[in-house]
Each structure stands twice: as structure tokens, then as C-alpha cells.
């Protein structure tokens, strides 16, 4: 069996561009092209232009297709209209997280669940398993789509420059086919920075075509192709979680500090549904360590696994850390104990090899745009 990575359909256009290139869940994906400071400000000033190929698309159809997801996944997929999609779960028995989801409602009876790159096969494995005695199937479209996003405040007028669907109709968490630069594609307006954007789902043959004409249309407005790196300072600043950061199968989504997405006032049960219910009772009566936000006082930068310390106790664990472009200083996701959660919190720090960094404890997001 090959171990190299998988490379997207646009592999030769990123390399042509002078991307660095990173293996990244199996893939070999875009870095960065240039600056990552740059490609980071260009989507929160203008827009910037993502290859995220390597997600994971699984398509559920048939009549009891919104039965299996409902059962399957801990949200209320079958309150989902048509042509509208939620941010989900998939669970252990045990309520530990296996995935974070975006699924979309494509048609009555045909779900589109998206999954983390990392986890996509884990999730697929997990539908297929838990559709038994259900009317429905469990489709691999991984190799189906690629996927194209466009992001930043600029995003509008670049794609309806491209395409006559309604995008002023196009709600947030919303999806509708409709065809830009002559291109079928799936448009939705969803994303991962933090700013108003879409992402296009296309066929693999029609993705550079996208590409290119997307790269034509936002040229005068200063839209520049953007690699993961900037990706993830854009959805840290958004205090949006990474799977394997924030969430893992060790915590529920109500340790997470997510529980809004478990529906236990849905239609009959769901995979993990007593260990969430006994999940939701604890952190009623013991709030579980608590996700805040934590900026640098000074200029280190703290790192995924650093302990957060206060009056020389360990009191939680930083899960994300980066240099913030739009703050400009170091900023951190952790996990801390609820009695030090409350924003302004003194004496909080972060150990980075050895030495107690000061930093003030913020709630999340780190930024929010202006609508």
C-alpha cells in the first residue's frame, strides 16, 4: 500500500504558484504561498482563496435517511430544511466526540456530511456501521468534489462577479447548486476564518477552472491564494475549535463547552445519548474545565499541551496557540478550571519551558467582524 500522500486536483497549480507544500491528514496541501502575516490580513481586509480538497464528503440518501442521521449524530438533522445545513456531532456510545460536521441538506431524502480530513474515514466507517436496519445508504464521495473557498469581505462581489444564483438570498449555514464560471458547483456560505465567505463544492475536473476564475475576478480587490497555516490563526482569532485541539474522543461536547449541539428533545435515541445525558447532568452540578481565551502579555508563544498555571498549580492546558496578526500579540485556546475562567481572572499564566508567562484570561472569540 502507497504511504505517500494524496495530492488534490489542483496539486500542480498550488506548486506553480510556489506554495510550501505540507503532508497534512494524508494530503499533501498548501502551506503557505508567501507570508502567512499577509495571506492572514488579506482575508480579513479583502479575501483569500483556500484549497480544502481534503475534506471529507459522504453522501446519505434514501427515505430513512434523515432517520439514520438523527440517529447517527447527536443533533436534529431532520428539522434541517432543504438547502440549509447545522454544525453537528458524531459520538461515541461513550459521548466521546469522533468528529465535528457541517451536513447539508441537498434534497429531501440526500445529506451531505462533511468531515475533518483526519477523521473522514473514521466517520464514513461510523455511518456505514450505525445505517444497519435503516432505508438508507451510506455513499463515499470523497473523491467526488473538490472544494474551493472563498473568504473575506470582498467574497461577495468576487463570486457574484461569477455566477447569477442568488447569493444575497444565500443565508449564513445555508447551500444552493447553481453554476459559477460556467462550473456546476454547490454554493455555500460557510467557512473557517471568522469573516462572511463560500465554499464551492465542484467536481475535481472542473476545480482549476474554478480556480483561475475566481483568482481573475478578485484581482482588483486584492485576493491572493492563502495556505492552512493562515487558516488556523484565522479560525483561532474566531475561537472556532480543531479536531484533536479542542475536541478529541477523550471529552463530550458538553466538557467542550458545545453541549447547544447535543438534541435531546429530538425523536427517538441516538448513539451516545445516555452517556451525553449523564455528560449534561456533571456539568450542571460541576462545570467541567472551561474554554477560554488567553493573550501574551509578553511575546512568547504558547503551544498546544503547555500548562496553564495560577498561584503555582497547574490549572488547565492550552489546546491552541499562535502569533495573533489582527491583535498583534501571542494568543491561546485552553482549557482551565471554571474557577479561573471568568474573564480578568489575575495570576493566570502559561509554563513555557520553565518560566510562568503572564496572560489575561478573555472570553472567545478573540475577534468578531463587523457585520
Known amino acids: 500500500m502507497s504511504t505517500s500522500p494524496r495530492r488534490t486536483a489542483l496539486d500542480a497549480l498550488h506548486r506553480s504558484l510556489g506554495a510550501t507544500m505540507t503532508d497534512f491528514a494524508g494530503w499533501d496541501m498548501p502551506l503557505r504561498y508567501g507570508s502567512e502575516r499577509d495571506e492572514h490580513n488579506a482575508v480579513r481586509t479583502r479575501a483569500g482563496l483556500f484549497d480544502l480538497s481534503h475534506m471529507g ?34 459520538c461515541r456510545e461513550d459521548g466521546g466526540i469522533l468528529d465535528d460536521l457541517i451536513v447539508y441538506r441537498l434534497q429531501e431524502r440526500e445529506y451531505m456530511v462533511v468531515a475533518n480530513a483526519s477523521n473522514a474515514q473514521v466517520v464514513l466507517d461510523a455511518l456505514t456501521e450505525r445505517a444497519a436496519g435503516f432505508d438508507a445508504e451510506v455513499r463515499d464521495d470523497r473523491d467526488a468534489y473538490a472544494l474551493i473557498a472563498v ?45 462572511d465567505g463560500f465554499e464551492l463544492f465542484t467536481a475535481p475536473e472542473h476545480a482549476e477552472t474554478l480556480w483561475k476564475a475566481l483568482t481573475e475576478a478578485g484581482e482588483g480587490v486584492g485576493l491572493i491564494p492563502c495556505g492552512l497555516s493562515c487558516r488556523d490563526t484565522l479560525r483561532l482569532e474566531a475561537g472556532m475549535p480543531l479536531y484533536g485541539h479542542e475536541l478529541t474522543t477523550g471529552l463530550t461536547p458538553f466538557d467542550a463547552g458545545l453541549g447547544r449541539v447535543v438534541k435531546f428533545e429530538k425523536a427517538g435515541d441516538f448513539v451516545g445519548r445516555a452517556a451525553l445525558e449523564a455528560a449534561a447532568a456533571r456539568a450542571e452540578s460541576a462545570p467541567p474545565r472551561k474554554l477560554v481565551g488567553l493573550v501574551a502579555e509578553g511575546r512568547r508563544v504558547p503551544r498546544a499541551g503547555m500548562a496553564v498555571v495560577a498561584g503555582g498549580e ?58
Open 57 to 90: 464528503e459522504i453522501t446519505v440518501t434514501g427515505p430513512q435517511a434523515a432517520e439514520l442521521l438523527d440517529y447517527a449524530l447527536v443533533g436534529n438533522i431532520g428539522g434541517v430544511g432543504t438547502g440549509r445545513a447545522r454544525y453537528t456531532m458524531i
Open 314 to 371: 497547574v490549572i488547565g492546558e492550552v489546546t491552541s496557540g499562535a502569533p495573533s496578526p489582527t491583535l498583534g500579540k501571542p494568543i491561546a485556546m485552553a482549557y482551565v478550571d471554571a474557577a479561573h475562567a471568568a474573564p480578568g481572572t489575575p495570576g493566570v499564566g502559561v509554563d513555557i519551558r520553565g518560566t510562568h508567562e503572564p496572560y489575561e484570561v478573555v472570553a472567545l472569540p478573540f475577534y468578531k467582524r463587523q457585520k
Open 151 to 195: 473568504q473575506g469581505p470582498e467574497s461577495p462581489g468576487i463570486l457574484k462577479s461569477l455566477t447569477d444564483a442568488d447569493l444575497d438570498g444565500l443565508k449564513y449555514y445555508a447551500g444552493l447548486p447553481g453554476t459559477v464560471a460556467g462550473v456546476p458547483a454547490l454554493i455555500a456560505r460557510t467557512g473557517y476564518t471568522g469573516e
